[in-house]
């Protein structure tokens, strides 16, 4: 797996565009049959993807975990972004078409991505935190969503929550995961924006169409820097850090997270006029 260590807020903001990139952006996330993970060093967070083609996937441990098998001491959450499949955990078949997602509890050994149609793959989104209980597996589907409507048409943030695992929802230890969805014509995602100390957080952008592209902003709201994101992007949040974008059209895009709490409200609002 690829490494990314935590960071300092003094340190970041010394950062040229290509450092910045290295420690909190990913790009080339979905490869072709193939399973690919980041470790990072905020709250042990894993983020990844598994886009099975023409084969199916099986999660692999890794020699960064020291563990018998990747969920021995770890949760999963995967939404799917992509057409139908299929994901095996210890024998139990859960069909997730686009935009559905699963939870994977502590202590499964064996889980498998399959395709139904490679001709329309499934491309599957993973999280994964450090577990200590488990919870049953368990899938959703977007009508099991608990629904956040935020933002106005007039300030261009108009955008849905589709929340999955959190609080209310699919049960974790940590882990807290679902996606927004913009609206037409909408292009502001979390603004005005937030921190929250006890999280990380980890937004993977998909659904941009064409050639657009989001410019995210990350840092302390007090200084702040952008980084340019395309489809299948992902960019990790310190607890220290903003963590919102503007699209040149509307996308949608996965929010992750993991630490303290999993409370959605937990978040230090920050004045627009305030960030800098
Ligand atoms: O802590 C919460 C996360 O940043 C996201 O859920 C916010 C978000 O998707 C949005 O406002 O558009
Ligand atoms: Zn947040």
Same mark, same amino acid.
């Given at each position: 797996?690829?490494?990314?260590?935590?960071?300092?807020?003094?340190?970041?903001?010394? #950062?040229?565009?290509?450092?910045?990139?290295?420690?909190?952006?990913?790009?080339?996330?979905?490869?072709?049959?193939?399973?690919?993970?980041? #470790?990072?060093?905020?709250?042990?967070?894993?983020?990844?993807?598994?886009?099975?083609?023409?084969?199916?996937?099986?999660?692999?441990?890794?020699?960064?975990?020291? @563990?018998?098998?990747?969920?021995?001491?770890?949760? *999963?959450?995967?939404?799917?972004?992509?057409?139908?499949?299929?994901?095996?955990?210890?024998?139990?078949?859960?069909?997730?078409?686009?935009?559905?997602?699963?939870?994977?509890?502590?202590?499964?050994?064996?889980?498998?991505?399959?395709?139904?149609?490679?001709?329309? @793959?499934?491309?599957?989104?993973?999280?994964? @935190?450090?577990?200590?209980?488990?919870?049953?597996?368990?899938?959703?589907?977007?009508?099991?969503?608990?629904?956040?409507?935020?933002?106005?048409?007039?300030?261009?943030?108009?955008?849905?929550?589709?929340?999955?695992?959190?609080?209310?929802?699919?049960?974790?230890?940590? *882990?807290?995961?679902?996606?927004?969805?913009?609206?037409?014509?909408?292009?502001?995602?979390?603004?005005?924006?937030?921190?929250?100390?006890?999280?990380?957080?980890?937004?993977? #952008?998909?659904?941009?169409?064409?050639?657009?592209?989001?410019?995210?902003?990350?840092?302390?709201?007090?200084?702040?820097?952008?980084?340019?994101?395309?489809?299948?992007?992902?960019?990790?949040?310190?607890?220290?850090?903003?963590?919102?974008?503007?699209?040149?059209?509307? #996308?949608?895009?996965?929010?992750?997270?993991?630490?303290?709490?999993?409370?959605?409200?937990?978040?230090?609002?920050?004045?627009?006029?305030?960030?800098?």
């Amino acid at each position: 797996m690829e490494v990314k260590y935590a960071v300092h807020p003094d340190d970041a903001k010394l #950062y040229d565009t290509q450092r910045i990139r290295k420690e909190f952006h990913s790009s080339d996330l979905m490869g072709e049959d193939a399973i690919k993970m980041i #470790y990072t060093h905020y709250d042990r967070f894993i983020y990844g993807t598994a886009f099975p083609k023409s084969k199916s996937l099986s999660l692999p441990t890794y020699d960064e975990l020291k @563990a018998n098998y990747f969920l021995e001491r770890r949760e *999963l959450g995967i939404i799917n972004v992509g057409g139908k499949g299929t994901v095996t955990v210890d024998g139990e078949v859960f069909e997730l078409g686009n935009l559905e997602a699963l939870y994977v509890g502590k202590g499964s050994k064996e889980v498998t991505f399959a395709s139904t149609d490679g001709s329309d @793959a499934a491309q599957f989104y993973l999280n994964s @935190a450090p577990a200590h209980k488990e919870y049953p597996n368990k899938k959703a589907t977007r009508s099991d969503a608990n629904i956040v409507e935020l933002g106005a048409v007039e300030t261009s943030n108009e955008r849905t929550l589709y929340q999955y695992i959190h609080e209310d929802g699919i049960q974790s230890c940590q *882990l807290v995961m679902g996606y927004t969805e913009l609206k037409k014509g909408s292009v502001w995602n979390t603004f005005p924006p937030h921190t929250h100390e006890r999280r990380m957080e980890v937004y993977f #952008y998909f659904d941009i169409p064409g050639d657009n592209i989001v410019m995210h902003y990350m840092g302390q709201p007090q200084e702040t820097r952008h980084v340019a994101m395309k489809n299948f992007e992902a960019v990790v949040s310190p607890p220290w850090s903003i963590h919102s974008g503007s699209g040149t059209s509307n #996308y949608r895009f996965i929010w992750g997270m993991a630490g303290e709490n999993k409370a959605f409200t937990d978040m230090d609002g920050e004045p627009l006029q305030g960030v800098l």
